[in-house]
């Protein structure tokens, strides 16, 4: 039998599971300052993400339009049904866009009647998708926007039409964005006609749910949903997506954003506290609390983009 | 061990770490997945590669190979840091220390004993999370992907063996291999 052992090994036992024990305890160690320290740890994580992503972006890149091109090619198929779809569509859609210019020409006159001003430094930062960050329980992308670019932790994101979610985790060139359909997303919202507050909740599957209902009565569905801008994290009056019953009588939202093809977002450049002007002279540096972080850009833009508007106002 | 042994030590160790890149790689890749969840969620690949490998070749997949790609794994997927990685850890030590005349059994014991294992390991990372207060998604969806993961081992084992030769050992081969870090 070849049962007897080399004698080194009778010591290497002991010593590999202590070291093993002391990996272990290292990890939990890590797993208790994450939930202690969260930002440091997660700043960590950032900038691991960061040093490993862009040395695999030449390879991701042309993955994710393979599959995007196969996706694509799947479609053919359904060639014919997807043209006369499209031409119901079109025929649809011709009768909005009759709507939404007589809309666009009454707003115009209306806003021009109010003097209202939209926000003047709500812009954004375009990134590409790098990567699908997510597992079977969280749903977050990597952008290519960082530090670097300016933006900041907590930040809405949305595709151009909708809201997809928030910053959280900024590297130097990358960061991650945590979908609004991701089980932890709380995002506070309204819904339009009877501008109720709801939280919408993202519960891992397709359309988040609307959670905190004052009146469930009011509501039906189809109701426009918008982000509030309670809590002065996000910028109110985006559009989330639209009302849907839920097969159980529960109220979810189906996003306007197309989750199944995220592929070049926004980041909302969002400066805290953007109050209408107060009717006082309030020196305008101190008025800012300047919490968007160390970067010069903003407290720089500041006097630039309050000026005009000060100045067609008066 | 003679030169030629460790050479294969050493070619099995960059597969096992080649398939767990490769894994992890290709669940980054963005698809219509990425944002909405697909019906079913998809299986955990790595455990069930690790497992395998752990199970007939333990010094192919030695701890710090294993640690390393499940740390990785926490990192980039945003996961709890280190906590899967640490039961990921104490869980193939388990299998490590196997007698090897398990796998003479044949595959069903095999099958099952991946399958409690697999849901002792998520049920104490549950656990902890629970302690932990940190907030989890619901068990349903955590049973959906322990069985698609449980169902998907076969294939994981069957094509450990075609693609990275990865086969039985005898038990006189095993007790040489069984103790190496």
């Known amino acids: ?234 910028p109110p009056e985006i559009l989330v997506g639209h009302v849907v019953r839920a097969r159980g009588g529960g109220l979810l939202v189906r996003p306007a954003a197309d989750f199944a093809r995220l592929q070049f977002l926004r980041v909302l450049r969002t400066v805290p506290v953007e109050q209408p002007p107060p009717p006082e002279p309030v020196p305008a540096a101190g008025a800012d609390p300047a919490a968007a972080g160390p970067d010069a850009p903003p407290p720089a833009s500041e006097p630039t983009a309050s000026a005009p508007a000060g100045g067609s106002d008066g | 061990m003679d030169s030629r042994g460790a050479l294969r030590r050493l070619a099995g160790q960059a597969g096992y770490l080649g398939a767990a890149a490769l894994i992890l790689f290709a669940r980054m890749i963005p698809g219509p997945e990425s944002g909405t969840g697909r019906a079913w969620p998809g299986p955990d690949l790595l455990f069930a590669l690790s497992f395998a490998i752990a199970l007939r070749r333990p010094d192919f997949a030695p701890a710090w190979a294993v640690g390393g790609v499940f740390l990785m794994q926490d990192i980039l997927t945003g996961a709890p840091f280190g906590l899967w990685t640490a039961i990921a850890l104490l869980a193939f030590e388990l299998v490590r220390r196997q007698d090897r005349r398990f796998l003479e059994l044949g595959f069903l014991p095999e099958w099952l004993f991946f399958a409690g294992l697999l849901l002792l390991a998520r049920l104490a990372e549950r656990a902890v999370l629970f302690v932990a207060l940190v907030p989890q998604t619901a068990f349903s969806s955590l049973m959906q992907h322990y069985f698609v993961t449980v169902a998907i081992y076969p294939a994981v084992v069957l094509s450990c063996y075609l693609l990275l030769g990865v086969a039985k050992l005898s038990p006189d081969q095993a007790v040489t291999y069984q103790n190496r870090i």
């Open chain 1, 1 to 234: 039998m070849a049962r007897e052992r080399p004698s080194d090994q009778d010591f290497a036992r002991p010593l590999r599971r202590i070291l093993l024990g002391i990996a272990v305890l290292v990890l939990l160690g890590l797993f208790v300052l994450w939930r202690i320290d969260n930002p440091r740890v997660e700043r960590l994580r950032a900038a691991v993400v960061d040093r490993i992503l862009p040395s695999f972006d030449w390879a991701l890149v042309p993955a994710a339009s393979l599959t995007r091109m196969l996706r694509d090619f799947r479609s053919y198929a359904k060639l014919y049904e997807q043209n006369q779809e499209l031409r119901r569509e079109l025929q649809r859609l011709k009768g909005w866009r009759e709507a939404a210019l007589q809309l666009e020409q009454k707003n115009a006159a209306l806003l021009e009647l109010n003097k209202v001003r939209v926000s003047p430094r709500l812009t954004w930062v375009t990134g590409r998708v790098l990567a699908d960050s997510g597992s079977p329980f969280r749903k977050s992308v990597l952008l290519n926007v960082g530090r670097r670019d300016g933006v900041v932790d907590g930040w809405a994101v949305t595709d151009g039409l909708g809201l997809v979610g928030r910053l959280a985790g900024v590297g130097n060139s990358t960061s991650r964005v945590i979908l609004l359909t991701d089980s932890s997303s709380r995002i506070p919202v309204t819904i339009q006609p009877s501008g109720q507050r709801a939280i919408l909740a993202g519960t891992n599957g397709p359309f988040p749910a609307l959670e905190f209902l004052e009146d469930r009565e009011t509501i039906s569905p189809g109701d426009r949903v918008v982000s509030s801008g309670d809590g002065r994290l996000f």
